[in-house]
């Protein structure tokens, strides 16, 4: 290929161009990109142009670069999970969740007491400051070795209800479930998603590429009364995973007869 000759930024054209021909496939997802020197070789440009431009596309999110290995292109975007959020109800009473029992635990579960921000107080329909029992995990899909960040908020209002809860406030969400249902709660639970970009010590656990979002999961169980129990978050890099709802259709308020 000939040189570079459109006007702008040098580094900028050169970036353009490998752009291009990502777009294009020439360069296909999940291949390995020319070396440096080949990118100089193709574009008559210098090194430092090539990092530059390298630099650019990597911050846009079209190229990974792998120390030690070079700069890929990145996939085409199809998540390689397929996160099934429905929580069923068994006749014994136990609650089971599609993914909950498929995730490898990749460190020790942290328990520890904590207090609602503005972000979980809104969640959890409670002032700032309210004392919560906290446990964070961080789990791993042995499928697709995909990484997670979980964490459940129990309020010390709920927990001091149910004693196990104070005693193991790392208990498993769906015994959690369990424990809720016998103390006489009706269970229910509202789910939002949003994407964002990750803090520094949530690329860093769950291992993401450069420039990529992450999904956050917020769940609500809600009890008698559609009293907010407790919060359930989940972080997950969205380059690898997907949410699947199944929705069913409320029933509509019986209208009262007129007299």
Known sequence: MSEIQRPGALYQQVAAAIREAILTGEFAPGSLLPSEAQLMGRYGVSRPTVRNAIAALRAEGLIDVRHGKGSFVRSDGQPALTLERRI????????????????????????????????????????????????????ADPGTGARAMHRTLIPFEVAETVPQLVEEPGTHPAAIYRLLAQDGHTLSWTETVRARMPLPDERTALQLPDATPILHLSRITHGTDDRALILEELRIGADRAEAAYRIAADKQPARRART
């Open 88 to 139: 069923t109800r068994t006749p014994d009473g136990t609650f089971t969740m599609p993914n909950g029992d498929l995730w490898n635990v990749a460190e020790q579960p942290s328990t520890y007491r904590t207090r609602t921000t503005k972000a979980t107080g809104r969640l959890l329909h409670l002032d700032e400051e309210e004392a919560l029992f906290g446990c964070d995990r961080l789990l």
